[in-house]
Structures are given as structure tokens and as C-alpha cells.
């Protein structure tokens, strides 16, 4: 009977430290700009990493909770935030300035903003039609 309630505890609870975490990320689209925030409570930027990668994917990594590890003499009795390295990957459009990427980081989120251009349409040639 105890069993089952440990496997509910197991399944429903996010902070193991060998978890991998995906943090919140919401992504608006303006008129200028790809704008990404993520929230990624107690990191400082130099624990987040912000790539491009394979010419168009947007990429957010680090690891949550390195300062909470366990140490000796410590009992953890619970464990519900979520911890370990995380790694979040956006595709971009083709409008995205990808060599004018900015990121910043304030009070725990970090916001990406990618400027957009224009994409040039395929030129259309109309044909002729005969006979």
C-alpha cells in the first residue's frame, strides 16, 4: 500500500539532481524583432550559455541549482525545484539577423533579442503562353 504513493512522489516530483530542468521560455514576435525570455531564477550570466547553432537554432543552456548540491552532514527531506543542466533549442525563421543577436540578463530572466530583416521573394517571371 506504501508503494504507491513513493510511485506517485517519484514520478511527480522535478528536483533530482541528475534531472535534466527546462526553464519557461516565451517567445514574442514584434514587428522588429524575435524576443525570447526565459526565466532562470539564481543563475548569473556567466552561468547561462546563448549559441546559434547550425546556421538557424537558437540555443539556451546552463545548469540550475549547482549551489544547492547536497554536502556532508546535510539531510534533504524534500526537493521540488528543479535542478540540473538544462538546454533549450529554438528553429528561426529566415528573417532572423542572426549576426546582430543580443542577450541580457536582469533579476533572473534572461531576455534574447534577435533583429528581424526582410526576406527577399523569389523574383516571378511570367511566361507567355503560345498557340
Known sequence: MALIPQLLDDIFQIGSTNE????RVDWKETQEAHVFK????GLKKEEVKVEVEQGRALQISGEIGVADQ?????TWRRIERPRGKFC???WLPENAKLDEVKACMENGVLTVTIPKQEVKKPEVKTIEITG
Do not use: G, I, S, V
Open 20 to 23: 535534466t530542468c527546462n526553464p
Open 88 to 90: 533549450r533549442k529554438f
Open 38 to 41: 526565459a526565466d532562470l531564477p
Open 70 to 74: 547536497k554536502k556532508e552532514n546535510e
